[in-house]
């Protein structure tokens, strides 16, 4: 099991920012395409971002292009997650993923590890 730990999780308010961390204690995570997925109270997970093994290509979902920022430091094993604009529809339990492909997709199935999620709460 790839030991996925999120941090950066927090309260905000609307309009402010955060900025997601992603790592794995001993485990390049160089090697694995990476999603940032989260999912709010009452609904099933959705896909946020995604980013390739190399860091090269990234994509995001409508609902946050523009305000999230997905990148990686390989060297650092870490992957960021800057949210900026934060809405309260952004409240969620946010959990990064760890893909086998080095090219993944907003299909949940293509990921094989998973954290155990930072809370993100906006509100005033």
């Known amino acids: 099991q790839l030991p996925l730990v999120e941090s950066g999780g927090g309260l905000v308010q609307p309009g402010g920012s955060l900025r997601l961390s992603c790592t794995a204690s001993?485990?390049?995570?160089?090697?694995?395409?990476i999603g940032w997925i989260r999912q709010a109270p009452g609904k099933e997970r959705e896909g946020v971002s995604l980013?390739?093994?190399?860091?090269?290509?990234?994509n995001y979902a409508a609902s946050v292009k523009g305000r999230f920022t997905i990148s990686r430091d390989n060297a650092k094993n870490t992957v960021y997650l800057q949210m900026n604009s934060l809405k309260p529809e952004d409240t969620a339990l946010y959990y990064c993923?760890?893909?086998?492909?080095?090219?993944?997709?907003?299909?949940?199935?293509?990921?094989?590890?998973w954290g155990q999620g930072t809370q993100v709460t906006v509100s005033s």
């Open positions: 001993g485990f390049p995570l160089g090697n694995y395409a």
């Open positions: 993923a760890a893909s086998r492909y080095s090219y993944a997709t907003f299909n949940l199935n293509d990921y094989d590890y």
């Open positions: 980013i390739n093994s190399s860091g090269g290509s990234t």
